[in-house]
């Protein structure tokens, strides 16, 4: 499976058919998706229908010289926490098995007008809560690079997807690290937008202060084109922000010259994989070999990114996650009064982690409480944010780890809650901020396990450091490495 951008050319020189493309997409997932278990719907007929529109528009438009979609004919697949019109949207969860969106999500709406062909839904830790893809209510997904470790998550089928090559690329969310930290595990690119850059009208909300819709691919020039038709501003969606739209080309500049990359000293800790700091460190290097400033520089309030998050986000799910009660959405668990509903339903089709994290975000809120630990993690988040805002007075952007490690093995967090939160360490601050950042890979471990670096720039700047991965992968080819998980079975 090639790039978008090389797959795009294939299809304006009508070197392949969209139908061809889709199929062949639609066959590898036949082939591979009962390895990786990365989709929870694949939707073959609308995909070829789509597929053949798309091909009757290209030959009419060869005859007319009308303007075409710029991904006319593309197969994506989109998370299945994104609202898809027609098209099974589970959120990972029981809850809402056989739940069926009469409305696009705006970012899947844009890029259906760009011509896009949707393949099917990946799967998601349950309402985007985990790092693993371990909690979704319908099967863990599985690395492709290894089928006994996670993919990362939430955005793990996203991640796995593309990395196994089923599709082109993929939409995923980032609440904490849901967009990059998969990305950083599968080796691919991921891109988290800045808070108000892309609509969230249609994500069904887990953190509504801090979700946001991303995008993984091969490379950041795919991620940036994805991006610049996404964003923008949205009347649905009161958070959105009406500020220019980066251009889909990053060829302005030839190398890092006059580019300034602050390295925080508080994300290179103790217990960090030796392996990934030394990967880290070698793509600094040679960023630095291209002309970049690399200085280190502090984010003082990073330890307490952890504690603020677990505040914040659970106590938004605890409201957001209010509606799901048998009665408005999702199947009835059946009982004498209306409150015997409310329990029985969600006991049973919420998820335990989904269920943890609501009765921490209750507790957070509850009356006597609520000053202590909600209004003082907001206090610490604005703490966090400025943290960013004055390292951005000293630096163009800030490079990091994604992840303190490389995929851990299936299974090896799911009996320690606080060990899986603290996978999330390196990614969270920047959600907290609401501020962009992009990961890609830059090199493996020991054992052949993708290891990313992540670029987090000034709010609405996705185009800085978009143009810095870009500039790195065209120096380096660790983008261009593929897994084959069918060489785990044999």
């Excluded at 984010?299 to 408005?328: K, M």
Aim: charged share 20%.
């Amino acid at each position: 499976m090639q790039t978008v951008t090389a797959t795009l050319q294939a299809l304006a020189r009508g070197e392949v058919s969209s139908r061809e493309l889709t199929a062949d997409v639609l066959q590898r997932i036949e082939r591979l998706d009962p390895l990786v278990r990365a989709f929870l719907t694949v939707t073959p007929e609308a995909a070829l229908a789509a597929a053949d529109e798309a091909d009757r528009r290209r030959a009419a438009a060869r005859r007319t010289g009308e303007p075409l979609p710029p991904l006319l004919g593309l197969p994506i697949a989109v998370k299945d926490v994104l609202s898809t019109r027609g098209i099974r949207t589970t959120c990972g969860s029981r809850i809402l098995e056989n739940y069926i969106p009469p409305f696009d999500a705006t970012a899947v709406a844009r890029l259906k007008a760009a011509g896009v062909v949707i393949v099917g839904k990946t799967n998601t830790d349950e309402f985007a809560m985990g790092s693993s893809t371990e909690n979704s209510a319908y099967g863990v997904t599985h690395n492709p690079w290894d089928l006994e470790r996670v993919p990362g998550g939430s955005s793990g089928g996203s991640a796995a997807a593309v990395a196994a090559r089923m599709v082109p690329a993929a939409l995923g969310t980032d609440t904490g690290g849901s967009v990059r930290q998969p990305a950083s595990f599968c080796g691919v690119t991921g891109l988290k937008p800045t808070y108000g850059r892309v609509s969230r009208y249609g994500l069904i909300a887990y953190g509504s202060s801090l979700d946001t819709v991303g995008v993984l691919t091969q490379t950041a020039e795919d991620a940036a084109l994805f991006l610049h038709l996404m964003a923008g501003q949205d009347p649905l969606d009161a958070t959105s922000m009406d500020v220019p739209v980066p251009p889909p080309t990053l060829q302005r500049r030839e190398d890092f010259r006059g580019l300034r990359i602050g390295v925080p000293r508080e994300y290179f800790t103790e217990g960090i994989q030796p392996e990934v700091a030394a990967a880290v460190r070698a793509a600094l290097d040679l960023m630095a070999d291209l002309g970049a400033t690399i200085r280190e520089i502090s984010l003082p309030h990073t330890e307490y990114a952890v504690p603020v998050y677990y505040l914040i986000a659970p106590a938004e799910a605890s409201a957001n996650l209010a509606r799901f009660d048998g009665i408005r959405y999702g199947p009835r668990e059946e009982a004498e009064t209306m409150w015997g509903v409310f329990y029985r339903t969600r006991g049973r089709l919420f998820g335990p982690e989904v269920k943890r994290r609501i009765m921490l975000g209750t507790y957070a809120l509850s009356a006597g409480y609520y000053d202590a630990y909600y209004g003082q993690a907001q206090k610490v988040r604005t703490l966090i944010k400025r943290d960013f805002e004055r390292a951005f007075e000293e630096v163009d952007m800030i490079a990091a780890p994604v992840a303190p490690s490389t995929a851990f093995r299936i299974g090896e967090h799911t009996g320690d809650p606080l060990s899986m939160y603290l996978e999330d360490v390196f990614t969270l601050p920047a959600n907290l901020a609401g501020v962009p950042g992009v990961s890609f890979p830059v090199g493996f471990d020991d054992i052949s396990l993708p290891i990313g670096l992540q670029l987090m720039g000034p709010h609405f700047r996705e185009d800085l450091i978009l143009e810095a991965a870009h500039l790195y992968q065209q120096a380096t080819d660790w983008h261009h490495h593929q897994p084959d998980p069918t060489e785990d079975e044999e």
